[in-house]
């Protein structure tokens, strides 16, 4: 019992806070607009860091990335599957949330106008290279340095990762004082999250008490919904990917290791804290060294398929919050992107993509804190969903790069050995 409050003592706060937000606003209503400063002072706060924190954590992680030890096929595969098992998450995602209104807002406008934006703010038209070039790069250094600019900032990132990783040792200073700089910036945000209970539990009450229980209902419709297809999703989509990697065998030798890895995934809601038992799994299913200390790392950091459906359903939260209509391939492209921005760290760590899903979305700054909650209501299950993805997903690796044979294979190692 311990040892689950340590794990789960964050998340549990954070839901009591958010439960205790809703009561108050659903009994004051307007009167609960004087708790919204607390909310603000949340807001600023992760304002305040989020430039920071996007350009080390991408800048660092591209820096680390260091040669496989199995040759560029390898890589190359892990990736390609990346791609496909994605798409698939994705078009679950969609499926799940198209048809059923997560929310359905009286008066959108309202809304916009209360989270600081004027639903009637100018658009300027632009053809789709000038909008491409105006949302990947800045004409001035401060720029950069602005939320109003996170594509660009996630391009020069990138760009300075590379440099770094294909300097070499000539860069180890720069890149060690930009990897301490990280360590600083995520313990900041520790400590933001310490006041993440009194800011999002403000920030709802104020939330409900303006718009009524519709918005409360759509956060429970969406925890539910959710739940249920990460519950289906695990149970048929993985079995689907162990019995194409291996047949009969394969099918077996998933169910009989992976709850190791689910039960560590939903105990920590942390990807990276469950690598070493994950790795661990994926030997035990049969793939070879190499492919799973290659693979489980890599998936933490570019492979999450709770995260890409959790991306979808934060995307149609806001779409019919606010009453937009976007095509279903930007959403599409937009929940892939923002997926590769997902830190593989407890509550909290999914602040990156929530930006860059705002932005490219067109929606205000300021409804960060609305992804923040889902964020947190479906945390247990998308963690399970992102690190299992990653063994499953390995099998396949292990198929394509060593034959069908591959549990035969590793069985014969494991006898030699």
Same mark, same amino acid.
């Given at each position: 019992?311990?040892?689950?409050? !340590?794990?789960?003592?964050? +998340? ?76 698939? #998450? ?35 038209? =632009? ?17 950069? =340095? ?54 999002? *539990?403000?920030?709802? #009450? ?11 209902? *759509?956060? #429970?419709? +969406? ?35 992976? @709850? ?12 990276? #804290? ?46 019919? @919050?606010?009453? !937009? ?17 997902? !830190? ?11 930006? =860059? ?7 205000? =700054? ?9 964020? +947190? ?41």
């Amino acid at each position: 019992m311990k040892k689950f409050w !340590t794990n789960y003592k964050q +998340t549990i706060i954070l839901l009591a806070s958010l439960v205790i937000g809703a009561i108050v606003g659903l009994i004051f209503k307007e009167k609960t607009e004087v708790l919204k400063p607390f909310g603000d002072l949340f807001m600023n706060l992760m304002f305040v860091i989020i430039i920071p924190l996007i350009f080390l954590t991408i800048t660092t992680s591209i820096a680390k990335i260091s040669e496989p030890k199995r040759l560029s096929k390898v890589i190359i595969t892990i990736f390609g599957v990346f791609i496909v098992t994605s798409l698939v #998450a994705v078009i679950v995602g969609l499926v799940s949330t198209y048809s059923i209104k997560l929310v359905n807002p009286s008066d959108s406008e309202a809304i916009m106008e209360t989270l600081g934006e004027s639903a009637e703010s100018e658009k300027v038209e =632009l053809n789709i290279l000038e909008r491409t070039v105006q949302a990947i790069s800045v004409s001035d250094f401060k720029d950069i =340095l602005s939320k109003d600019n996170i594509i660009a900032l996630v391009v020069v990132s990138i760009l300075v990762g590379l440099a770094i990783s294909k300097l070499g040792d000539e860069a180890k200073a720069f890149k060690d004082v930009l990897e301490a700089a990280n360590k600083v910036v995520l313990k900041f945000v520790d400590f933001v999250f310490l006041y993440a209970p009194i800011g999002l *539990g403000c920030y709802f #009450a104020s939330l409900i008490g303006t718009f009524g229980a519709s918005i409360a209902v *759509g956060y #429970a419709k +969406t925890f539910v919904i959710y739940t249920v297809v990460s519950i289906l999703f695990y149970f048929i989509v993985y079995s689907l990917y162990a019995f194409i990697a291996g047949g009969k065998k394969g099918f077996i030798a998933f169910w009989k290791n992976v @709850l190791p890895a689910t039960a560590t995934s939903i105990s920590t809601c942390s990807s990276a #804290a469950s690598i070493p038992a994950n790795i661990k799994c994926s030997k035990a299913m049969g793939v070879s060294d190499d492919i799973a200390e290659t693979m489980i790392p890599l998936g933490t950091s570019f492979h999450k398929d709770g995260s890409i459906i959790g991306s979808v359903f934060k995307i149609m939260f806001l779409v019919y @919050l606010f009453g !937009t209509h976007p095509s279903i391939w930007q959403v599409i492209g937009v929940a892939l992107i923002a997926n590769l921005l997902v !830190t593989a760290v407890p509550v909290g760590g999914g602040t990156i993509s929530e930006t =860059l899903i705002i932005t490219m979305m067109g929606f205000p =700054l300021t409804a960060l804190p609305i992804l923040t909650i889902i964020a +947190t209501i479906i945390d247990p299950p998308a963690t399970m969903l992102n690190v299992v993805g990653d063994t499953s997903s390995s099998m396949l690796v292990a198929r394509i790069i060593d034959g069908k044979n591959w549990l035969l294979g590793k069985n014969k190692k494991n006898k030699k050995a």
